[in-house]
C-alpha cells in the first residue's frame, strides 16, 4: 500500500480475535473517510490472528508494531503502547471484535478539527454512542445511551466518571495533542478508555459527543463492562461473592488510578460511592 503521510491512525489491539476481526477490518475497508493507517499491536495470540490482518495488506494501510512474544501486555498496556508509538495528528481506538458504520472515521475526525478551531495544541477527545450486538451483528439494542438511561450530555458523564466508565473506547478519537499528555502521565491504566476519559474531564479539555451510534459492539459474557442490566449487576455481585479479596483488589486498583489521575479521595469514599454507583 501508499506509505506516504496520513493524518489518522486506527489502534487496534488484538489478543486471540481471529474468529471476528475480519469482520472489523471489512468495516474499515467501507469507510467513506480512506486516508488512515492501521496500526497493529498484537498481544502475543495464540490462533491466526495475524495470519487474518495479513490477508488485508492490499486493501488497508496496516503497520505491525514490534512485540515482545514473552511478554502479554494486557488490553490497557497494549493501547498504551501503540500511543506511545503513534505520531499522527488523530487516533481512533478499536476492539477486534467490533464493526464499524461506515461514518465512523469520518465523523470522528470532524467532531475533533470542529473542536480544535484551528489549535492543533488543544487536546481534544470526542466519542459517540453504539449499538449492543450478539456475536452475529444481530442488534440487541439500538443505543447504549438509552439503554443506560444516559442523557447524553456532556455533565451526566463528567459526573458518573470517577465511579463508572459510560464512554466506551472503541467509540473514541483523540488527536495528538491529547497522545502526547497521555503518554507523560499516564503509568499503569487498569482500563486505557477510562482512564483518558477521567483525565480530560478532571482537567476541562476539550470533550466532543457524536449522539448516533457509529459502531456495532458484540457483547460477549466477558465485556459486559459499561453495559447497565440485571445480568451485568448480577454477574458482578455473584464475582463478588466467588471472589471478593480479588473484587477488592481490582477495585483498589482503580482507585489508585483515579489517585494517579488526580482524584483526592480515600478508598472508603470510593468504595462506598462505588457500591452506590452499581445498585442506582
Same mark, same amino acid.
Given at each position: 500500500?501508499?506509505?506516504?503521510?496520513?493524518?489518522?491512525?486506527?489502534?487496534?489491539?488484538?489478543?486471540?480475535?481471529?474468529?471476528?476481526?475480519? %469482520?472489523?477490518?471489512?468495516?474499515?475497508?467501507?469507510?467513506?473517510?480512506?486516508?488512515?493507517?492501521?496500526?497493529?499491536?498484537? %498481544?502475543? +495470540? +495464540?490462533?491466526?490472528?495475524?495470519?487474518?490482518?495479513?490477508?488485508?495488506?492490499?486493501?488497508?494501510?496496516?503497520?505491525?508494531?514490534?512485540?515482545?512474544?514473552?511478554?502479554?501486555?494486557?488490553?490497557?498496556?497494549?493501547?498504551?503502547?501503540?500511543?506511545?508509538?503513534?505520531?499522527?495528528?488523530?487516533?481512533?481506538?478499536? %476492539?477486534?471484535?467490533?464493526?464499524?458504520?461506515?461514518?465512523?472515521?469520518?465523523?470522528?475526525?470532524?467532531?475533533?478539527?470542529?473542536?480544535?478551531?484551528?489549535?492543533? +495544541?488543544?487536546?481534544?477527545?470526542?466519542?459517540?454512542?453504539?449499538?449492543?450486538?450478539?456475536?452475529?451483528?444481530?442488534?440487541?439494542?439500538?443505543?447504549?445511551?438509552?439503554?443506560?438511561?444516559?442523557?447524553?450530555?456532556?455533565?451526566?458523564?463528567?459526573?458518573?466518571?470517577?465511579?463508572?466508565?459510560?464512554?466506551?473506547?472503541?467509540?473514541?478519537?483523540?488527536?495528538?495533542?491529547?497522545?502526547?499528555?497521555?503518554?507523560?502521565?499516564?503509568?499503569?491504566?487498569?482500563?486505557?478508555?477510562?482512564?483518558?476519559?477521567?483525565?480530560?474531564?478532571?482537567?476541562?479539555?476539550?470533550?466532543?459527543?457524536?449522539?448516533?451510534?457509529?459502531?456495532?459492539?458484540?457483547?460477549?459474557?466477558?465485556?459486559?463492562?459499561? $453495559?447497565?442490566?440485571?445480568?451485568?449487576?448480577?454477574?458482578?455481585?455473584?464475582?463478588?461473592?466467588?471472589?471478593?479479596?480479588?473484587?477488592?483488589?481490582?477495585?483498589?486498583?482503580?482507585?489508585?488510578?483515579?489517585?494517579?489521575?488526580?482524584?483526592?479521595?480515600?478508598?472508603?469514599?470510593?468504595?462506598?460511592?462505588?457500591? $452506590?454507583?452499581?445498585? +442506582?
Amino acid at each position: 500500500m501508499n506509505k506516504t503521510f496520513y493524518e489518522v491512525g486506527i489502534a487496534l489491539a488484538t489478543y486471540n480475535g481471529a474468529l471476528f476481526v475480519a %469482520d472489523f477490518l471489512d468495516s474499515l475497508c467501507r469507510q467513506t473517510f480512506k486516508s488512515f493507517v492501521v496500526l497493529v499491536s498484537d %498481544d502475543g +495470540s +495464540s490462533d491466526h490472528t495475524v495470519e487474518v490482518i495479513k490477508t488485508y495488506a492490499n486493501k488497508l494501510n496496516i503497520i505491525f508494531l514490534p512485540h515482545n512474544d514473552n511478554v502479554n501486555r494486557g488490553a490497557a498496556e497494549n493501547f498504551l503502547f501503540i500511543i506511545k508509538s503513534s505520531n499522527y495528528n488523530y487516533l481512533l481506538f478499536a %476492539d477486534q471484535d467490533d464493526y464499524w458504520l461506515s461514518t465512523k472515521v469520518e465523523r470522528n475526525i470532524s467532531e475533533i478539527k470542529s473542536l480544535e478551531n484551528t489549535m492543533l +495544541s488543544r487536546p481534544v477527545m470526542v466519542f459517540s454512542d453504539l449499538s449492543v450486538t450478539d456475536n452475529n451483528l444481530k442488534i440487541i439494542s439500538e443505543s447504549i445511551f438509552i439503554k443506560n438511561e444516559i442523557v447524553p450530555l456532556l455533565n451526566n458523564f463528567k459526573n458518573n466518571i470517577e465511579y463508572s466508565n459510560d464512554i466506551f473506547g472503541c467509540t473514541m478519537g483523540v488527536n495528538r495533542s491529547l497522545c502526547a499528555l497521555i503518554v507523560s502521565h499516564c503509568k499503569n491504566p487498569l482500563m486505557h478508555d477510562w482512564w483518558i476519559a477521567s483525565y480530560c474531564f478532571l482537567n476541562e479539555y476539550k470533550v466532543g459527543i457524536i449522539e448516533d451510534p457509529l459502531v456495532l459492539y458484540r457483547q460477549h459474557s466477558s465485556n459486559v463492562v459499561g $453495559i447497565h442490566s440485571k445480568k451485568s449487576f448480577i454477574l458482578m455481585f455473584l464475582s463478588f461473592v466467588r471472589s471478593p479479596v480479588k473484587r477488592l483488589e481490582k477495585l483498589k486498583m482503580l482507585h489508585e488510578m483515579n489517585i494517579d489521575i488526580g482524584y483526592k479521595y480515600s478508598f472508603i469514599k470510593f468504595f462506598i460511592k462505588k457500591c $452506590i454507583n452499581v445498585i +442506582s
